[in-house]
């Protein structure tokens, strides 16, 4: 992230959440030099001469983190790139994203580490770290150079994008994961079953005539290398879970004590494959695919049970060109840094689905899984602050993107619940435009 | 009606009006000229992005037979050969004001893309394995012809049916009409979940016997690489239509182009149950009816006659 002066400011009578430090409140949230220094009784709090945010009726959580996102650098910066990308997520109260390496060329050296982390130094807004490929190339032959690309700052491995078809080769990465740590990441996909499918395989696909990627394209391999990590006794994360089936497999190896941990993505758990009837590829293709409404419930009760650790957006910006194309040869992905909260909240929260505090623990989830500390609220701790306003209705895309892509699949929609300000790494990160005109005023 | 898109998207009322246009039109056929002034000086574009011979050769002439100014335009030799973007080339052909755009593309969506790009109307010529909706017109058309009405008929789609938009179309179309669908094939070329489109799915030719209509799909040879089927020879014992299959009041239709000796025997396809030869007969007429449907009829249901006046489409259409 870029460096900066640690904010100074005092978030005035906000209703305080942070389920897991057991925090839940109306509070004065005082941030010195970029750390929380107490949180005091409504009104208590000594200004000091610093920034006073009148936060009455809004709420503030830990803010947000993001194991997965596509940041499009090096190669694609048509679509995005460190600045914009991390705008995008502060915007959506993000204080952590964690980059994919399925960029072009592939993160697959120390250098191509060193120089992202560097681009993040120069232009994040939020801190950013960077995953490295586990195959060299991500052609799925031979292993990077995965303790060359720790000591170079790489916060884990992904292929991201792509399963690892060789299970000789995966086992080999779980062994070396031993000497040089590093959680393994994993999109799960048999790209036999999947085929040239382009949605889910049921009575929509059939519908529609489009080739289908099966709910088993995913288990089956989750099944596999739950097996694999258990042998080694590796720390695996599996990407964005799609599938009942799915849940069950990382259910079933959690219970058997496999160091697993698994994320689910906004759109998995708020639309289901009768959205792609439309053909809209720009909000609805991405793999994996929109499942059926048992699977969109299944991952729900994940949330719930703490079989899914995480919400991650796998934020995948594509340019317009793009996605203005027929279904089938749209590319696959939709953006979700800067709608994560306020969709979830509408959808599963507003509705009594799921709590909020649940919907809370979970947007922040995503650390611990790579070895990183969860953003929390409590005093002393480094300020990473999302403050929000839970009735606030707006219109997604209507007044433009962070991101510099427009793929986003809530385009259109009316939300509830925003976020107005972001303080991430102990820096003010974001301001809702608005937002902060009101506080000058 | 402002484009044609899909059969799922048109009632039944809107399936009979161009059912009894075309009518109409097979009556303009029977004359001496079988020209009509009705679409002079307007334009219409065939786009096919895929090779066809029966589409592509029965909209071309429906469209002159309508008098219109035909720009016929085949991917192969065009700029799209050159990797214009099917958006690019839209806009291309917009600037010479075309009434209607009649695309065939191999992938789905693709009319519907069209339709949001250009003034003009859309008739989809089949997109990707999605649908075919002029390809179930004038099967409705052929059917009605022979049956009267297709109420309570039982209508066997027997073959590859994950490959094929004509059979999406068709049973959708043939269940719109009121007849009972069956679809049969292979497990594997059968979509998981396609009886939720209102058939009924079953995996052998044991009850071929209760059809009325035997309508039977192409089997590309190809299917067999992908393992979709072990061999030709093992998916013609299961599934080929032949004399001994095809009772005598059955009556057997085909989109086209026949394999003969994989999906149907020879002597099935010139048996005088098929009305494989009216299939394509129709196709004319129903397509003249469905660029007339969408570029003249201003709603009503008059017959055309020769020398009426020319209209102008309805500029907002109903819902497509």
């Known amino acids: 992230m870029r460096s900066g002066e640690g904010a100074e400011v005092v978030l005035r009578g906000a209703t305080v959440l942070d389920p897991v430090a057991g925090i839940e409140g109306v509070h004065d949230v005082v941030v010195r030099a970029g750390r929380v220094a107490e949180l005091t009784a409504p009104g208590a709090a000594a200004a000091d001469g610093v920034e006073e945010v009148e936060a009455e009726g809004l709420h503030a959580f830990p803010a947000f983190f993001d194991p997965h996102v596509h940041l499009r650098v090096p190669g694609q910066e048509h679509k995005e790139d460190v600045e914009t990308g991390s705008r995008a997520a502060a915007a959506g109260g993000y204080c952590g994203i964690l980059a994919m390496a399925n960029t072009e060329p592939p993160v697959s050296t120390p250098a191509d580490v060193e120089a992202l982390r560097e681009a993040a130094r120069e232009a994040a807004s939020v801190p950013t770290g960077f995953l490295a490929t586990v195959t060299r190339d991500m052609e799925g032959g031979e292993l990077t150079e995965m303790g060359a690309l720790r000591d170079a700052g790489a916060v884990g491995f992904s292929d991201d994008g792509l399963p690892i078809r060789n299970a000789r080769l995966l086992r080999r990465a779980l062994q070396y994961q031993q000497l040089c740590g590093g959680t393994i990441a994993l999109h799960e996909e048999d790209p036999e079953l999947s085929g040239d499918g382009a949605m889910h395989e049921g009575p929509v696909s059939a519908a529609l005539g489009l080739a289908g990627i099966p709910s088993v394209s995913e288990s089956t391999m989750i099944a596999r290398d739950a097996a694999l990590a258990a042998y080694e006794g590796a720390r695996i994360h599996v990407q964005h879970l799609s599938a009942a089936e799915s849940v069950d497999a990382v259910r079933t190896a959690k219970a058997a004590g496999v160091r697993i941990t698994c994320e689910a993505s906004p759109h998995h758990l708020c639309l289901t494959d009768e959205a792609v009837r439309s053909l809209d590829p720009r909000r609805f293709k991405m793999n994996p695919p929109l499942r059926a409404e048992a699977d969109r419930q299944a991952l729900i009760e994940g949330l719930r049970d703490g079989t899914i650790d995480c919400v991650a957006t796998d934020h995948a910006p594509h340019a317009a060109e793009e996605k203005e194309v027929p279904f089938e040869q749209a590319a696959m992905g939709v953006t979700g840094l800067e709608t994560a909260f306020a969709a979830l909240h509408s959808e599963l929260v507003l509705p009594g689905t799921i709590e909020l505090s649940l919907l809370v623990e979970r947007l922040a989830g995503g650390a611990e899984p790579f070895g990183i500390e969860r953003p929390t609220l409590a005093p002393g701790s480094e300020a990473n602050i999302a403050l929000c306003d839970l009735g606030a209705e707006w219109t997604v895309g209507e007044e433009g993107y962070e991101s510099r892509s427009q793929n986003s699949w809530c385009a259109g929609l009316e939300l509830t619940g925003r976020v107005l300000m972001t303080l991430a790494g102990g820096q003010v990160a974001y301001r809702l435009r608005s937002f902060s005109l009101g506080v000058a005023a | ?320």
């Not at chain 2, 011979?53 to 085949?74: H, M, P």
């Not at chain 2, 004038?138 to 022979?146: G, W």
């Not at chain 2, 469905?290 to 489409?313: C, F, H, K, N």
């Open chain 2, 1 to 320: 009606m402002k484009h044609l898109l899909a059969i799922e998207d048109l009632s039944r009322a809107e399936i009979e009006a161009i059912l009894d246009r075309a009518e109409s039109f097979a009556e303009v056929g029977r004359r001496d000229i079988k020209k009509v002034p009705t679409l002079r000086g307007r334009t219409v574009v065939s786009l096919f992005y895929e090779s066809s011979t029966r589409t592509s050769a029965s909209f071309e002439l429906a469209a002159k037979r309508l008098s219109a100014d035909l720009v016929s335009l085949k991917a192969a030799g065009s700029s799209v050969d050159k990797g214009e973007s099917l958006k690019d080339t839209c806009a291309t052909l917009s600037a010479y004001d075309p009434a209607a755009i009649v695309i065939r593309h191999p992938y789905a969506g693709a009319a519907q893309l069209v339709a949001g790009w250009t003034e003009a109307a859309v008739v989809n010529a089949g997109d990707g394995k999605h649908e075919h909706p002029s390809q179930a017109l004038l099967d409705l058309f052929t059917l009605r012809r022979r049956l009267g009405s297709l109420e309570g008929k039982r209508i066997w789609i027997v073959g590859d049916v994950l490959h094929s938009r004509v059979a999406r179309s068709n049973l959708i179309a043939f269940g719109a009409m009121g007849a009972e669908v069956t679809v049969c094939g292979p497990p594997a070329l059968i979509p998981r979940g396609i009886e939720q489109l209102g058939c009924a799915v079953t995996h052998s030719l044991e009850g071929l016997g209760e059809a009325d209509v035997v309508y039977a799909l192409r089997l590309q040879r190809e299917r067999m690489k992908e393992s979709f089927v072990p061999s030709i020879r093992e998916y013609a014992a299961h599934f080929q239509i032949d004399s001994r299959r095809l009772g005598p009041r059955q009556l057997l239709m085909h989109p086209g182009p026949v394999n003969r000796g994989v999906e149907l025997s020879g002597e099935a396809v010139d048996s005088p149950q098929s009305l494989i030869a009216e299939q394509v007969a129709s196709g004319l007429v129903v397509r003249m009816a469905i660029l007339y449907e969408l570029l003249a009829s201003g709603g009503d249901s008059a017959a055309p006659v020769e020398g009426e006046p020319e209209r102008r489409p309805t500029p907002i259409g109903q819902p497509a």
